[in-house]
């Protein structure tokens, strides 16, 4: 095993999507042209998201501004950062033993091991190519039996 991932227990892609800047030109082309099945989230009418895309456990629109709030607190994305143009999460089964090889890799973390509003546990970095990358824990993608991780 690759000793980068070593540790990290990915159980399946929990989400993706690319991160839009443009809500109203990003429906048009996702929902208006390549008619996926995109509805907004509840109070989050720009999140355009399905769970029911065969091949993903979720895909959602999700705006820049969303996306650096949820990482750094702010709408605007830090300069010193490029900014991602899709995000990608992977289900582990140990986000803290995840997390730590990650850090041992020498990883830059924006996000360790928070626990975000809609009950979902991430560790948030940018991949070599600019892929917002999170590790996550997501109660309502998990079987019964794997609550407690």
């Not at 089964?93 to 997390?99: H, P, Q, R």
């Amino acid at each position: 095993m690759d000793t980068l991932t070593s540790g990290i227990d990915v159980l399946f892609i929990a989400g993706f999507g690319p991160i839009t800047t443009s809500a109203p030109d990003s429906a048009a082309f996702y929902v208006d042209m390549l008619q996926l099945p995109l509805k907004p989230y509840p109070d989050n009418p720009d999140y355009l998201l399905t769970d029911a895309l065969d091949g993903a456990k979720h895909f959602a629109l999700w705006p820049l501004a969303q996306a650096s709030e949820s990482c750094f607190g702010d709408e605007r994305w830090p300069e010193q950062y490029p900014v991602p143009q899709s995000w990608l999460e992977f289900e582990v089964s140990d986000l803290a033993e995840a997390t730590q090889r990650l850090k041992q890799q020498g990883i830059s973390l924006l996000v360790e091991n928070r626990l975000e509003p809609w009950q979902q546990r991430v560790t948030r970095f940018l991949s070599p190519e600019g892929i917002l990358v999170g590790l996550t824990v997501t109660p309502w993608l998990c079987q019964p039996d794997d609550t407690q991780r």
